[in-house]
């Protein structure tokens, strides 16, 4: 059965390739994007989630166009790395700001509509570094940790109107926002997982799949990690 899917920050990265295995499978996709125009072959609506105004427009725009949201992948992420003694607030509730409070209103947005329908499928991503830190990302870690607590949190409140509230926690995968990681440092966090590669958007995309399904309606709360068998101890 087709469903409207909502991905944030769809116009690239994990956003993209979990927009196009939706398509591909028959889905009405709308991808949130910030730039002009969005990616060949895909709905796109202009949304800044940290915008109030635009995420509530952005939502109203795909209820209008197509019908309400049945399933939301809450995608949209930043970094803004530093060490937390030279971190300003700044930098601290920017990444706070994009990550988690963006979330929150992009579900909030979306929630009446499949409280209504009884029927919806929240659907986070989160991290590995929510789970376990990294140094210089107390901001980034913090707002991933705190998209788990708002998931779970969710999953509680509107479980019984036959709706789930889940996260992604992706390791290392290769995408724009990774793309500065090279040497040591990669090697070292690659080092620190079972099969010893980064990840692909398409193998996150699998996670998300899953979880979107008919068939996982028994599956909430749960944060599905997609990392290579990370150590995380
Ligand atoms: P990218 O940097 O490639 O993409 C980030 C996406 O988020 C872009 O589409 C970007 O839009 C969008 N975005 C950023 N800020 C906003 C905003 N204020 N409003 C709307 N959209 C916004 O990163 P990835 O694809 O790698 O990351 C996607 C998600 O996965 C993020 O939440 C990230 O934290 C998470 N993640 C990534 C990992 C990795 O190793 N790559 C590991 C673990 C988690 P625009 O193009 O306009 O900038």
């Not at 803004?80 to 607030?89: E, F, K, T, V």
């Not at 980034?140 to 940790?145: E, I, N, P, R, V």
Request: one cysteine or more; charged letters at 25%; proline letters at 3%.
């Amino acid at each position: 059965m087709s469903r409207r899917v909502l991905v944030t920050g769809g116009n690239r990265g994990i956003g993209l390739a979990v927009a196009r295995m939706f398509a591909d499978q028959g889905d009405k996709v709308v991808v949130t994007h910030r730039g002009d125009t969005p990616p060949d072959g895909l709905d796109g609506v202009r949304c800044d989630v940290r915008d109030p105004d635009s995420v509530e427009e952005a939502v109203e725009r795909v209820r209008r166009d197509h019908g309400p949201v049945e399933i939301l992948v809450s995608n949209a992420g930043i970094t803004r790395d530093g060490l937390l003694l030279g971190m300003s607030d700044a930098e601290f509730t920017e990444v706070l700001d994009t990550n988690l409070v963006g979330a929150l209103r992009v579900t909030r947005a979306v929630l009446t509509d499949m409280v209504r329908a009884r029927w919806g499928r929240l659907i986070y991503v989160s991290s590995l570094t929510g789970l376990v830190g990294a140094p210089g990302q107390a901001n980034y870690a913090a707002s991933k940790a705190g998209l788990i607590g708002l998931a779970h949190s969710v999953a509680r409140e509107v479980g019984k109107r036959g709706i789930t509230a889940n996260v992604v926690s992706p390791g290392l995968i290769d995408t724009d926002m990774t793309s500065d990681l090279a040497g040591p440092r990669r090697e070292t966090l690659l080092g620190r997982t079972a099969l010893g590669r980064a990840g692909t958007a398409a193998e996150v995309a699998a996670a998300v799949r899953f979880l979107a399904a008919d068939d996982a309606g028994y599956v909430t709360a749960a944060n599905i990690p997609v990392n290579g068998g990370a150590e995380v101890g």
